[in-house]
């Protein structure tokens, strides 16, 4: 009987470490394959991508050695020709982002007056950051660019460059500015389009992101860029101040709405004063006091 017991309690307990033992093992295997899928998903982890422009007000090095069209090499300081210059930074074969922001380009200046132009006011320099394009794609990119110019035949072909560089001339370049890119899937990059735009000394005045711009904003970033200023973009006082045409020749100034904003805060103002002005005439006045 007592045999009997012990063999029972043995069987019992050889199944609980069975059961103990397997478990054991699923959280071990459970542990691993979650470790993997955590390490893939590491592995896997976006890239950093867009514009930061914590870098405002930060210098960019104009010494560094660029290839021009013709493959001459070309520091930033000689693309600039001593202006206020506005960064593009694209890649010539790009399928995405970086034909419609050099379209941009090219409309800002077509919409811009003749007084304010390429090669008078600013430059334009384009920097392909792909290593691997070269001097003949980057003229063609050119040429293809300077015409859609149009009526505005002054314009220098020195103002509107189209620059290639080593992927270590690249890197400076791009880290300084806080341009932020990757490769991706299909042998291009990922990255977001913004003009940056330098003074003079190579200064980052102004950040103006996206894929159309303000002819007045550009004037007037360049404008600040040329007198040493840098500031946060103003994209919305120009919006709010300056209305496009109709036939979308240019930008025009929004008078009407500017001078009821201007007549709606004088008459607030008008309306305070004369407020205080009442209070200030209803209050009785102070008794005087007789000495004894």
Known sequence: MTKI???GLRSKYEFILTGVNMLIKHLILISLISFSFAIAEEGMAQPEIGI?????????????????????????????????TILA??????????????????????????????????????????????HEIAALKKQSYFNLFQGKTNIPESSFRFLTADSATIRTLTESVGFKYAPDEEDGFMHASSLIVLSPSGIISR????????????????????EGKWAPTVKKIVKFCFAEEPEGRGYYFNFLKVTGVIILFSILFTVVILSVLLNKKKKPPELETKGA
């Open 52 to 84: 930061d422009d914590t870098f405002l007000g930060e210098k960019v090095d104009l010494d560094l050695s660029f290839f021009d069209e013709n493959g001459e090499p070309i520091t930033l300081a000689a693309a600039s020709e001593g202006r206020p």
């Open 207 to 226: 950040y103006i992101r996206g894929l159309s711009f303000l002819p007045v904003e550009v004037m007037i970033s360049v404008t600040n860029a040329m």
């Open 5 to 7: 017991i012990i063999n």
């Open 89 to 134: 930074l694209v890649y010539y074969n790009c399928t995405s982002i970086c034909n419609p922001f050099l379209n941009a380009i090219v409309d800002v200046v077509n919409q811009s007056p003749q007084a304010f132009l390429p090669g008078d006011k600013y430059n334009i320099v384009a920097v392909s950051f792909d290593p691997k394009e070269d």
